[in-house]
């Protein structure tokens, strides 16, 4: 009796498949299920609910710096400040245009597109380190933008926003905004997934990997770099214009630094170049100052020092997982899941 260990392709199409496996089809129904299942299982905790959606918003915007940063190899330092102009966009949108909700996103999406590619200028003659000096320089600007255009984005007092309609729905609640999080987060994971299965997704990694050779075959280095901006930004414009319609408050501080480092974190802890990893980064760095909140919380009591140090412990202990991810695990959590599901896939013959 033959025994089969391992999964082969046989041909091009079914190695590009993105579920390859009926295992895997399960798997991901079940997940659609759970993910349906929650907010209804939870529905008492808003704080539970609110950590979720955070997570989805953080999802999208992190998938979005992926993209150029992971698939593209051009880093960028001004993700947070691209997500203010989707979210300052969005609610320009609706409240003085009167513009209905999903045109109000595609639309900031749209315009955080042309932001970020006006910003990946630079991105022609530099990289490494130079190009992410040029996209903190696109921070500080965006964050100057954000207090003194006070016409338009309130200043330092903020923007009040609307909550999210479509229809005569009205998305005013921890509850209801689970869904539109969801939905929105789904839609994109899988534009993302089949964008660098496509040719200018190949012509990303390309860039990546040997942005000499890749020139040499015919790829347009330039125009693919100001593309790999383009789709980043407008990611970071729909999670941006998301949430500021599910706080229904934008202030400047919301996006600073500190938010694109977070971000960068979030690729990095996941996994370079992969979408799955992606999100186990952006699930990880979302629940991870959560935590600390509770343990602070827990041991409040005995250390009270500890409630008012919160906020140097959390930024320490971000520093200290990044460290400790390049020195032992430098490709992600997407490199450890994949050599699990190596080990039970050829199991019991792993060696």
């Known amino acids: ?45 808003r ?8 997570v989805f918003i953080a999802v999208i915007a992190a998938i979005g710096l992926n993209i150029l940063t992971g698939f593209t190899g051009q ?39 042309i932001v970020g590619m006006i910003f990946g200028i630079p991105s022609l003659r530099l990289k490494g380190l130079y190009l992410a000096i040029a996209t903190l320089a696109a921070q500080v600007i965006l ?35 689970y869904f539109l999080a969801l939905a929105f987060t789904i839609l994109t994971v899988m534009i993302a997934k089949n964008i660098v299965r496509t ?21 347009p280095l330039f125009q693919y770099k100001l593309i790999s901006f383009g789709i980043s930004s407008f990611y970071a414009g729909v999670a941006g214009s998301l949430w500021g319609h599910y706080i229904g408050i934008i202030t400047p501080e919301h996006f600073n630094v500190m938010i694109s480092i977070q971000y960068l974190s979030m ?17 990880f760095m979302t629940l991870l100052p959560e935590v600390l909140r509770v343990i602070s919380g827990l041991f409040s009591g005995q250390y009270p020092v500890l409630v008012n140090i919160f906020g140097a412990i959390r ?13 032992f695990e430098p490709d992600g959590l997407a490199a450890r899941w994949k050599t699990i599901q190596n080990y039970w896939k050829l199991w019991p013959f792993s060696y």
């Not at 991901?28 to 299982?41: K, Q, R, W």
């Not at 990303?204 to 015919?218: N, T």
């Open 143 to 177: 964050e100057f933008v954000f207090v003194r255009w006070r016409g338009v984005t309130g200043g330092s007092q903020g923007m009040l926003v609307p909550p999210a309609s479509i229809g005569g729905l009205t998305f005013n609640s921890d509850f209801k905004f």
């Open 75 to 113: 880093i960028s330092l001004g993700h947070g400040a691209f997500m203010g102009v989707g979210a300052y966009c969005s609610g320009y949108f609706m409240t003085t245009l009167g513009m209905p909700f999903l045109v109000c996103v595609v639309a900031a999406g749209c315009v955080t597109a």
């Open 199 to 219: 040719k200018p997704g190949r012509a990303f990694m390309a860039i990546r990997d040997r942005y000499i050779s890749a020139e040499i075959i015919g790829v």
């Open 267 to 283: 690729i990095i802890i996941g996994g370079l170049g992969s979408i799955h990893g992606t999100i186990m980064g952006a699930v």
């Open 315 to 327: 930024e320490s202990v971000f520093g200290l997982v990044i460290i400790l991810f390049l020195i």
């Open 47 to 54: 704080y539970l609910l609110y950590v979720v959606n955070s």
């Open 1 to 45: 009796m033959a025994v089969k260990c391992g999964v082969f392709k046989t041909t091009y199409r079914d190695d590009e498949a993105i579920w390859q496996t009926k295992v895997s089809k399960f798997w991901l129904a079940l997940l659609l299920i759970a993910l349906l299942a929650f907010p209804f299982v939870f529905q008492g905790s």
